[in-house]
């Protein structure tokens, strides 16, 4: 198993751009999250999923969308990027036990 | 709300023990633990639900007072492989075990 992945791992974007960071997980799992870290912070909940075609929004969704139409993908939108959105993005998956796989992350530098 | 977590930061030796604290205003249902080594995407350690009893992993062991609404992880006999920054996660008991993390607490263990 592959577990949870991220891409991409870094990106650059440039104020006002749009971009989609993209997370798969093949462990079946109904729960999926997306948080973002900033340097130093704990993780803060972006949106959440508790199962395909069902999405609801954490503590910082401002700014971003997502979509899930199947149990793997869970996409994290950002329309029009903005320098706070700079941050690591992490996507999760939960498994039976309540414990929440994470993914390697992707960096996002909004300048 | 965010979970307060004390302290801040620790620096051991290799051997010595630890506690870390949680701490919430808010009723809990249940506390999850998480380690992130830097650069890296957290793991997860465990939880402790309301109600259930401590828990232990490898020399790491944590518990939950439900009335006080405070969790503590023990490291004990620390090894140089326990440092990093360990985060707590609150559960208010919502659907979709939405996690508030707390903002860290970074140990260094030292040969």
């Known amino acids: 198993n592959a577990g949870v992945t991220q891409t991409p791992k870094f990106r650059i974007l440039k104020i006002g751009q749009s971009m989609t960071l993209q997370c798969t997980q093949d462990?079946?799992?109904?729960?999926m999250y997306w948080y973002r870290q900033d340097p130093g912070m704990g993780l803060k909940l972006i949106y959440y999923?508790?199962?395909?075609?069902?999405?609801d929004k954490g503590e910082v969704p401002n700014g971003y969308n997502v979509s899930r139409s199947t149990t793997e993908d869970f996409p994290l939108r950002l329309e029009l990027a903005a320098p706070s959105q700079t941050s690591v993005y992490f996507c999760?998956?939960?498994?039976?036990?309540?414990?929440?796989?994470f993914g390697p992350g992707t960096r996002l530098t909004v300048t | 709300q965010q979970p307060v977590q004390s302290p801040q930061a620790v620096i051991l030796r290799e051997g010595e023990d630890a506690v870390i604290n949680c701490s919430s205003s808010?009723?809990?249902?249940?506390v999850h633990w998480y380690r992130q080594k830097h650069g890296e995407a957290p793991v997860f350690l465990m939880i402790?639900?309301?109600?259930?009893e401590q828990k232990g992993h490898d020399k790491i062991s944590a518990s939950f007072n439900e009335k006080k609404q405070q969790s503590s992880l023990y490291l004990t006999a620390s090894q140089l492989s326990y440092s990093g920054t360990y985060f707590c996660?609150?559960?208010?008991?919502?659907?979709?075990?939405?996690?508030?993390f707390g903002g860290g607490t970074r140990v260094l263990v030292k040969p």
């Open positions: 999923s508790v199962g395909a075609g069902i999405t």
């Open positions: 996660g609150t559960d208010r008991g919502a659907a979709g075990n939405k996690l508030t």
């Open positions: 462990m079946n799992h109904n729960y």
């Open positions: 808010k009723a809990l249902y249940s």
């Open positions: 999760a998956s939960e498994g039976q036990g309540a414990e929440q796989y």
């Open positions: 402790l639900l309301k109600g259930g």
